[in-house]
T-cell receptor
Framework: DGGITQSPKYLFRKEGQNVTLSCEQNLNHDAMYWYRQDPGQGLRLIYYSQIVNDFQKGDIAEGYSVSREKKESFPLTVTSAQKNPTAFYLC???????????FGQGTRLTVV | DQQVKQNSPSLSVQEGRISILNCDYTNSMFDYFLWYKKYPAEGPTFLISISSIKDKNEDGRFTVFLNKSAKHLSLHIVPSQPGDSAVYFCAASRTNNNDMRFGAGTRLTVKP
């Protein structure tokens, strides 16, 4: 099946630890995105990438890092510098120049 | 600074009636607008979009209207069905730049 896969669905980490969220797509999409959703709020853009080996900061990139070494993969690392990392993280992909995006099922990260 | 705003956090309508969801944006560089539908603990799914060269786009029961001078768009659902109950997100982007921004969402409840 073609789609976008995020893993794991639930993730628990201790405060001060870095954690990497996985996002893989087999849709042959050039563009990939990471968003964060907090309760009662919309989706806020963390990072996006329009092409392999290139990515841009979104509105809330501080405390996060990404890489885009392969077209199908766009992992997000939540570093210890992120002040409030507990949230629902959504990865998406779309064709280059288009924003009709396909979203993954999300990863709920809880930092204790 | 929130570039896309949905000022109504919730909307309740009767089955068979029209649902109207509203969205405002501040960035005049946005020229492509989208609506996504989201169920709890899932990623959003694309619903309908409109380019700034149009003022209306229709797809079955869903119609999006764009008023560029007012920087306002709306989603009309006619007739509304209980299965339409979800959170609806408005999004905006610039053509050929995949930096899609989302509003905070409106929770639509369609009562039987």
């Amino acid at each position: 099946d073609g789609g976008i896969t995020q893993s794991p669905k639930y993730l628990f980490r201790k405060e001060g630890q870095n954690v990497t969220l996985s996002c893989e797509q087999n849709l042959n999409h050039d563009a990939m995105y990471w968003y964060r959703q907090d309760p009662g709020q919309g989706l806020r853009l963390i990072y996006y990438s329009q092409i392999v080996n290139d990515f841009q900061k979104g509105d809330i990139a501080e405390g996060y890092s990404v890489s885009r070494e392969k077209k199908e993969s766009f992992p997000l690392t939540v570093t210890s510098a992120q002040k409030n990392p507990t949230a629902f993280y959504l990865c998406a992909s779309s064709m280059k120049g288009r924003t009709e995006a396909f979203f993954g099922q999300g990863t709920r990260l809880t930092v204790v | 600074d929130q570039q896309v705003k949905q000022n109504s956090p919730s909307l309740s309508v009767q089955e068979g009636r029209i649902s109207i969801l509203n969205c405002d944006y501040t960035n005049s560089m946005f020229d492509y607008f989208l609506w996504y539908k989201k169920y709890p603990a899932e990623g959003p799914t694309f619903l309908i979009s409109i380019s700034s060269i149009k003022d209306k786009n229709e797809d079955g029961r869903f119609t999006v209207f764009l008023n560029k001078s007012a920087k306002h768009l709306s989603l009309h659902i006619v007739p509304s069905q209980p299965g339409d109950s979800a959170v609806y997100f408005c999004a905006a982007s610039r053509t050929n730049n995949n930096d899609m921004r989302f509003g905070a969402g409106t929770r639509l409840t369609v009562k039987p």
